[in-house]
């Protein structure tokens, strides 16, 4: 998923290349669970003939300003991305289009041409994007909700001690909580905690000033780093566990193991002989992502864990819950039907109409290194087998055979 310095590295290439430029040709997608509240029609009729005056960002959202309102804002979602013609706008690690696809891309949702021929695009590949038209989009929400940015409006040690004194909820979950403070996902969070060598389950609460003030110096560090050098992850420092927390596979940084847990309702990365619990917590079990069982095993466990194991609050987006939900639904259909009752064959099969199937079918973990298509909906299956249509009638033979009071004529 973008986070801040992605989404800074996108908003900075706008400025660079497109402020003061008129919109010349405007085209939106009719795609209307990204494009939230106004038909493309209208929004194209917003949009041609206005100047862009600038673009801003808060958190992991950003709008353009232009000479008059309402104004397009964009809210990344999962993989989102904002790309320039003939511009490296960011190489993030996930990055939802390639620069071989075609041009503008099959998942483009809004394209403009400006004045001076130049184009831009918001891509969204898995359609958890939201690409909105406000009179005042710092005044609605998303944005309105937002903590301080984690860049812009950065806290002083006093106040992140003060913060974190008040929040019973385990460090992890709390970063990731956009009302808390506003830019850090996944990766961040799990780099800063590991830079600052705080476990990810330990409480909020329990932090010393000394351990606030470590990690407040390592919140700054790491976003102003991954800003300046527009989130090209090539140019991380060698040493950050960024390099090595995809995937979820076994591996080591700087020489010690790093293991994954469930944190905040994700999964997370961090090295036990680094980070350990302390305080009332030291010792306790930590809780992993639970291994995959079989399916009578499994029935009524939440394989996604999308509840914080530490009692606190779950920060993760709504379109992460949709498609880890849809993910943990998915994953409870047995594989293959057999032989099973038609009954329940078919109402596994009317489920893939769903849009929480849809979202299973592409929205992964965002610790996956790979992308899946995500704009094509899956079709309901007929019912077309010799055997599903013959259900209901008896068998021929049977039928031949059920008046048993007639006498069998013998066969001379």
Known sequence: MPELPEVEA???????????????????ADDSKVIDGVSPPDFVAALVGKTIVSALRKGKNLWLQLDSPPFPSFQFGMAGAVYIK??????????????????PSKYSKFFVQLDDGLELSFTDKRRFAKVRLLEDP??????????????????????????????????KALLLDQSFVSGIGNWIADEVLYQARIHPLQIASSLSRESSATL???IKEVVQYAVEVDADCDRFPLEWLFHFRWGKKPGKVNGKEIDFIVAGGRTTAYVPGLQKLNGNQAGKAVGKPKARTSKKKRDGDDD?????????????????????KAKSKRELRPKSPGKKPLAKRKSK????????????????????????GGDQKKKPRRVTSRKQVMVGKAPKKLVNNQNTNKPRKKVK
């Open 86 to 103: 003939g511009v490296a706008v960011t190489k993030y690690k996930r990055s939802a289009v390639n620069d071989s696809d075609e041009w």
């Open 10 to 28: 996108a908003r900075r290439a706008i400025e660079e290349h497109c402020i003061g430029k008129k919109i010349k040709k405007a085209i939106i």
């Open 216 to 218: 407040h110096n390592c």
């Open 138 to 171: 710092a005044s609605k929400p998303p944005i309105s909700e937002l903590g301080p940015d984690a860049l812009l409006e950065p806290m002083t040690v006093d106040e992140l001690h003060g913060s974190l004194s008040k929040k019973k909820v385990a460090i």
């Open 304 to 324: 996604d864990n999308d509840n914080n194991e530490d009692g606190g609050s779950e920060p993760a987006t709504e379109e992460e819950k949709i498609a880890r």
């Open 349 to 372: 099969a009317s489920d893939t109409d769903s849009e929480e199937d849809e979202v299973a079918a592409t929205a992964d973990d965002d610790d996956d290194d790979h992308d899946h």
